[in-house]
């Protein structure tokens, strides 16, 4: 009982969190007359019907019992949007699910959330106490809550199999990490980047490269040639979204058009960039490895919250690579905010405080492009690269270098 108690009280911040915007939606539709308008009313922009993602999968199927192609067909959706999952979403219809079912799905999609929220996320401290409430009730993953997007049940699966695998021997555990990767990779491409977390020793390199190849033919298999549809039907929205696309184009609105239409029609560019800020990020983070330790606690890919935050800043800055990502995906960050908690948590120090702060405002950016938002991305996104980067290298035992 003392046990139970224990727990309960350090999964405390969730419950919360929780009850707090439950509460703020009860007050909202009884004042405001809808589910829709609660959400408007805390400023998170919402669409009617609510499930908004939810039904591209549901709407979809409906569409493909009908006889047609959802992923050109756009009739069936509210908004007329084409589809643009893998396949695997909509074999959802053999157990039955339709349109009719969206509502009872996305209500799933977010009790898996919160479900995860409370397996990852403990305080024993005032400090990671009030970083956990706030991180679940950010803007960012009430947006995701309210759109029921399937982002909530990849990470869902991912916190849950971490912990499940890492009960098991220690011999069969980065394989099953990753066939689940695999399988997270089949269901939303962007999973893949969670290979890094297999790289607990230079024996990792080849187990990470095995799954990533695994995943991409997994992906190809199972996607039945519809990847370039995928790809085309996904959008890139500069609204309340994040990334290197967001942030460039954000930048340069005030400069000359030229610079901007650059960036626009020439997407190389900005890879190229941003893939030069990680590595000068990662040649930063292990020049001055000792300064960054006092900031950042190593991770350690041996615990399953290191390697779920590791996981986690891999596929953020997989998303920040790719150039616009809606600000739901962001929920991944909190994998690294559980861990930064965990050492709030069982240091007598505040060493993680500050690193909590900005993952947990980055969390809380505004539905619109804001500047001083998407600087802060940019400079998360900097901050992930030299923590994970510095991180790996210490796995394959490459010294630092002597400043």
Not at 84 to 105: A, E, K
Not at 282 to 307: C, D, K, M, W, Y
Not at 308 to 331: E, V
Request: a positive charge; charged letters at 15%; glycine letters at 4%.
């Amino acid at each position: 009982m003392h046990k139970f108690a224990s727990i309960l009280r350090s999964r405390l911040p969730v419950l919360a969190a929780v009850a707090v915007v439950v509460a703020a939606l009860l007050v909202g539709t009884h004042t405001r007359g809808s589910v829709f308008a609660a959400w408007l009313m805390l400023h998170v922009p919402a669409l009617s019907p609510l499930f908004a993602d939810t039904r591209t999968v549901t709407h979809s199927i409906d569409c493909l019992l009908s006889g047609q192609d959802p992923y050109t067909v756009r009739s069936f959706d509210p908004w007329n949007r084409t589809y643009n999952y893998p396949p695997i979403w909509l074999d959802l219809r053999y157990l039955g699910v339709t349109s009719h079912s969206s509502n009872f799905l996305g209500t799933i999609f977010a009790v898996m959330a919160i479900s995860a929220f409370l397996l990852l996320l403990r305080a024993r401290a005032w400090a990671s106490a009030a970083i956990i409430f706030f991180a679940v009730t950010s803007r960012s993953i009430l947006f995701g809550v309210e759109r029921g997007n399937t982002d909530e049940v990849i990470f869902f699966l991912l916190v849950f199999g971490f912990f499940l695998i890492d009960r098991q021997k220690p011999e069969v555990r980065s394989w099953l990490k990753g066939t689940l990767i695999v399988l997270l990779t089949v269901l939303k491409i962007f999973p893949i980047a969670a290979v890094v977390a297999l790289v607990r020793n230079r024996k990792g390199v080849l187990t990470a490269f095995l799954t990533a190849v695994l995943s991409l033919a997994a992906l190809v298999a199972t996607s039945e040639h519809r990847l370039p549809q995928i790809m085309a039907n996904t959008p890139q929205d500069l609204y309340i979204s994040f990334g290197s696309l967001v942030f460039f184009v954000t930048i340069f609105k005030h400069t000359p058009h030229l610079l901007l239409a650059m960036i626009q029609h020439h997407p190389k560019i900005e890879s190229i960039v941003v893939l030069l800020l990680a590595a000068l990020s990662i040649v930063a983070g292990v020049s001055f490895r000792e300064r960054l330790n006092r900031f950042l606690p190593p991770l350690n890919f041996n615990q399953t919250r290191g390697s779920i935050a590791a996981a986690g800043l891999a596929i953020f800055a997989l998303a920040f690579l790719r150039g616009s990502s809606y600000d739901y995906r962001l929920i991944f960050l909190t994998g690294a905010i559980a861990y930064l908690v965990e050492d709030l948590n069982e240091r007598n120090s505040l060493r993680s405080l500050p690193a909590a702060i900005i993952f947990v405002a980055l969390l809380w950016k505004p539905p619109n492009v804001s500047l001083r938002y998407e600087i802060l991305d940019c400079f998360v996104y900097a901050i992930a690269c030299a923590w994970l980067g510095t991180s790996l290298l210490d796995n394959l035992q490459i010294p630092p270098v002597i400043d």
